[in-house]
Structure formats: C-alpha cells, structure tokens
C-alpha cells in the first residue's frame, strides 16, 4: 500500500497533494527507480477519492518526467530521480517576448508571440476590482511604497505560486516588478559585472541576451533539444554567477526540461556555487496535462523565480514578481528602490483582490479553452497546406509553435516577401547564439488572433513559400 496523507481542510487541491506526496517519497528514496504504483482505481480506492484525481494526479508525474507508463503492466517510477536535501548551513540561509503593442500594417496578420487574446480580458472584473482598491485602500497605498511591494498582494502571491506552481516561498521572498523585463534587468544588476560568465540556453529570447551582454557579462551557450536545456553539456571551469533556463516551455523550442535534467541542473548550481533563473514566462497554458510544477520548488535556496501576469492577462498591467533565495532579498529590494522606487500600490492592490477572489484561475481555465482551438486550427491549417513540408514543436504548451519548413531558409528577403504577402512571422534564428542552426524554423503566435485570422495567415504563408 502507498501511504499518502490528504488533509481535505487544505485550499490545496487533492491532485496537488497526492502528486506533492509522491514525488517527495522519489526524490527521497524511498520509491525507488523501477518501483510499481497502485492502479489508479486502488489508489483511489485506498484514499476514498475520485480516480480522476488520481489519474491527473498520475499525469502530472508522467509529463515531468518522474514516472513512466508500461503499456499493460501500469505505472513505474523512472531511474535517475534522487534530490538530497541542501546541506543545513545552506538550508539556513535565508523580453521574453513582452507584447508591447504597436502600429501595424493595415490588413497584416501577425503571429507575434507572447500577445495573449486581448479580446478576453475580463474588462467589467477588473474595473470593479480597481474600483474596490481605490476605494479601499489604506492611506499608506497612497504615499511612497515599499521597494519590494504591497504586503497584500506578496502574502496573496506567496499562496497562489505555491498552490498552482508548487513554488515554495515566505511573502517576504517575493518582490514585486514593473514586468518579467524589469525582473530580469534587476538580475543583471544585481548580480552581473564586466567579464562574468553567464549560462544560456541557446536559443533563447533575444531581449534576454541583450539585458545581460548589455551589463558586461559572457554569455555561454548550452543547446537544447525537445526536452529544453541539454544539462550534459554544463561546461567546467566556467564558475557563471547563474544559469537561465526556462524549463516548463522552453523558448522558443517549446520542450519540457524532465526531472532528471533538473536534478542535474541543481547539483550544478551548487558545485559551482552558482544560481539559477527560472523564466515561467506561460507555462499555465499547458493543454495536454496540468501545468508543471516550478523547479523553484525542488531547491529555493538557489532558484531566482521570475513570472508575469502579461500573458496571463494583459501586457499593459505591467506587473511581474521574483521570487529569490532569502540570502538575496535584501540585495533586491535596495535595486528595486533605485531604479523607480516601487510598483504602483493601486494596481498592486488590485491584483492581490484579482487573484484573491479566484478570478485569474477563472480566467486562465476560460481563456485555455480559446488558445486550444486557436493551437488546433494553426496546426490543421499548416499540416493541410504543407502536409510533406512541416514539423511542428513545442505545441503542448504557450501561446506558440514553432513550425519548421524543410528545405526552406527564412533569409531577411523570404520575410520580406512575407510580409508583402500580408503576414508577419518570426524567425528562430533571430534568438539563436550560435548561428546556423534553426534557419529554417519560424516562431507563429496565435494567442490573439482568431481561427479565421490564423487560417488566413497560413494561406497566405502557402503563396510565397509554395
């Protein structure tokens, strides 16, 4: 029998706690690789609870890479999962893509990636919660802030991350940004000087690379593949200040980094005394199992954490947040406080109400359903134009796929003519450090464009590319 303790009074979800419950008995030990699960019916069975719970319960193992299924003999758990425990004295220690909108060309149909479907902000809710802040809000929300954020909403956030996203915090680890972008360049500041070395999955989102070459630092590049960043070829010898990874949806290439690589990732980080940011820039749109859990959960005490709302809700709310290591909070919350001061604590105080009330997990939950059916007709629409000529990737989670053409190189000309055909895509290459590689894939966003605009777009996509 699997002993696995529920407590029913928890805001966390049965799923979350039969899943946290197992993975923690892998990581430990004490299920080891090749061990047999129960059924989901006699585990459910055993806990008096829905199979269902079980079953998704199951799939999240699955899709993070801690279990494998045996077609006909059940559920295993997969060799090379094993996370000791920090040492005590460490334990103790406390763009991407930003959718900005812009002018465009009249009749152009854009799969820029990272827009979410503006049409689906939840307008009238988020006018009443503004409306509630303003008008509640205590005199203090009104002066000068705190440079790492209102109270509210970072006890608010402290509890959603966790419950959702598996991210082990205190309020107290949280600062609250003007987006991902300032998240990121607050890293840099912090932690970057001329001639450090830094780790890269390569590709990866140009704006990034540029926000740290741009503060003096090396940027190494480490290649991924379908499963995101390759951990065997972490370089010795390079001592980096961190390694930025974005394991849940790897940008642009989509793959999920599994267990085993993140476990490699984290012994990394602490044989080279080195941290790592973990850019969860939308994996809450995954449509084939749960989101995957953060690998901040697996080893706060060396993850930096960087989220946004701009693509679960909109880009203009500008509003992001870190989650650090307690040995660095206090180097944050200084940086912040020297470059604007603070975050607006209306805005702040409105989201914490937003999250509070159960209106984003809502809106993630109506909005997924839309990004389906948008996923659906852009590959249907790609594999019925170009059935001998495509490959798709990445397309389990996101706002995107990345279409790959064979035979085909998206030289600045063929954009060109793309574009003169009325469609704007993006290409791989143009986030790539080693050059070379990806010239024949394009990033195709469709999170705000309707299925009729997206069919349209590959029609016109056919016509210049034949």
Request: glycine share 8%; charged share 25%; net charge neutral.
């Amino acid at each position: 029998m699997l002993w696995i303790s529920l407590d029913r009074s928890k805001p966390v979800p049965l799923i979350r706690q039969v899943y946290t419950d197992i993975r923690a008995k892998i990581l430990r030990g004490e299920l080891s690789a090749g061990d047999k699960l129960p059924s989901t019916r006699k585990l459910s069975e055993e806990l008096r609870i829905s199979r269902n719970v079980v079953l998704e319960a199951y799939d999240l193992l699955l899709a993070e890479g801690y279990l494998e299924s045996r077609r006909g003999s059940g559920h295993f758990v997969a060799p090379g999962i094993r996370l000791d425990a920090p040492a005590a004295d460490v334990a103790g220690s406390e763009r991407a893509w930003t959718a900005i909108d812009r002018d465009s060309d009249d009749g152009v149909i854009d799969f820029r990636s990272g827009v979410p479907a503006l049409d689906h902000f939840p307008r009238d809710v988020w006018a009443k919660v503004v409306q509630r802040a303003c008008r509640e809000a205590p005199l203090s929300a009104l002066g000068y802030g705190r440079p790492e954020g209102r109270a509210e909403l970072r006890r608010i956030l402290s509890r959603y991350l966790y419950r959702t996203r598996g991210v082990q915090c205190r309020p107290e680890q949280i600062v609250i940004t003007s987006g991902a972008t300032q998240a990121l360049s607050l890293i840099a500041k912090v932690l970057l000087s001329p001639g450090c070395s830094v780790l890269l999955e390569d590709p990866i989102t140009l704006d990034i690379q540029t926000i740290f070459s741009s503060a003096g630092a090396v940027l190494h590049p480490i290649p991924v593949d379908e499963q995101g960043m390759m951990t065997d070829c972490l370089p010795s010898g390079k001592f980096p200040r961190f390694v930025l990874v974005t394991p849940s949806h790897q940008f642009p290439l989509g793959g999920t980094l599994p267990i085993q690589r993140r476990i490699q990732l984290i012994r990394y980080a602490r044989d080279n005394d080195c941290y790592i940011v973990e850019d969860d820039y939308d994996s809450e749109f995954r449509y084939d199992s749960p989101p995957i859990n953060a690998l901040q959960g697996l080893a706060e005490e060396r993850v930096i954490y960087v989220g946004s709302f701009s693509k679960i809700l909109s880009p203009a709310l500008r509003m992001g947040y870190l989650v650090l290591p307690p040995a660095l909070v206090e180097r944050y919350q200084e940086a912040k406080w020297f470059t604007d001061l603070h975050t607006p604590s209306l805005d702040q105080l409105a989201l914490g109400l937003f999250v509070e009330e159960g209106h984003l997990e809502k809106t993630i939950n109506r909005v997924k359903k839309v990004y389906k059916k948008r996923r659906q007709a852009l590959c249907d629409a790609l594999y019925a134009h170009f059935p001998e000529q495509v490959s798709t990737l990445g397309s389990s989670t996101g706002l995107h796929i990345v279409a790959a053409f064979r035979g085909t190189s998206f030289t600045p000309e063929l954009l060109t003519s793309l574009q003169t055909a009325g469609v704007r895509v993006y290409p791989v290459e143009a986030h790539a450090i080693v050059k070379g590689r990806h010239h024949d894939k394009i990033i195709l966003g469709y999170g705000n464009l309707t299925e009729a605009d997206i069919a349209e777009g590959v029609r016109r996509m056919k016509k210049v590319l034949g």
